[in-house]
């Protein structure tokens, strides 16, 4: 069973965030100009008690902080609530096998950009946070950057999924909801970037997305694409499972 919470509404620019009956505008902050991907204005550092704000290209740079949203649901819940995130929490499930999440997890409902994929794409609310983190100040900014076009979608090959590590036996962190692989990008030109075809090519194509899968490292436990194994050719796995690998 699925239980909805509040949504926020979205209008010219602007957010308007209902909460016991008052609205509150806030002003969502605009991609970065193709000169300057990734320079931000100078932030106030976060100190220890404040909200993660994904909105704040200086969170890329705060693992622990981000880190910490999967063992604090709600301040997880806030910090997507924070960016215009609609979602929907997801009841807790576990299999015989051993696979499941618990009732942390959640379904995007509008996210940053459009999410397509093979069917519900079910995660955990950190590994949730920190993928509108990386899509907003990495992978929109990179689109600005190499093709002067906005990032208008995210192709996923799936998210939680009941299986091991080929070769290795253990589960793979798809089986908790605590990995998403990511295949392609989509611009309001029209044109498609997928990893398959442009991981190495030599022109654009291929320099943004080894630009977004190196800053991908930054934000995800485990980071792992093409240069990985075979088994990724065509999509950058990301997870929020613990340690950290960059490959």
Not at 87 to 104: E, M, P, W
Not at 163 to 190: K, T
Not at 198 to 221: N, Q, Y
Request: glycine share 10%; with cysteine; aromatic share 8%.
């Amino acid at each position: 069973m699925k239980r909805a919470l509040p949504l926020l509404a979205l209008a010219g620019g602007l957010l308007a965030v209902a909460t016991l009956g008052a609205t509150v505008m806030v002003t969502r902050p605009a991609l970065a100009s193709a000169r300057s991907p990734f320079v931000r204005p100078n932030f106030e550092p976060a100190r220890p008690g404040d909200a993660v704000n994904l909105n704040r290209f200086w969170m890329l740079g705060e693992r622990a902080r981000l880190a910490s949203l999967s063992s604090h649901p709600q301040a997880c819940y806030d910090a997507l609530a924070g960016a215009g995130v609609h979602y929907t929490r997801v009841s807790a499930t576990r299999n015989q096998k051993g696979c499941g999440y618990y009732d942390d997890a959640v379904l995007l409902d509008t996210p940053f950009v459009r999410m397509s994929g093979p069917g519900d794409l079910i995660m955990t609310c950190g590994m949730a946070a920190r993928l509108e983190l990386w899509e907003r100040e990495v992978v929109a900014p990179a689109a600005e950057k190499y093709f002067g076009s906005q990032l208008t979608g995210v192709t996923a090959l799936g998210t939680f999924s009941c299986r091991r590590i080929r070769g290795e036996g253990r589960m793979s962190e798809h089986a908790y909801a605590r990995a998403a692989d990511i295949a392609g990008f989509r611009l309001a030109d029209g044109r498609t970037i997928t990893v398959e075809d442009s991981f190495r090519s030599k022109g654009a194509d291929g320099a943004f997305l080894r630009e977004i899968h190196d800053r991908a490292c930054d934000i995800f436990d485990v980071t792992l694409g093409p240069d990985y194994n075979a088994d990724h050719y065509n999509h950058f796995h990301l997870d929020v499972g613990g340690g950290h690998s960059c490959r």
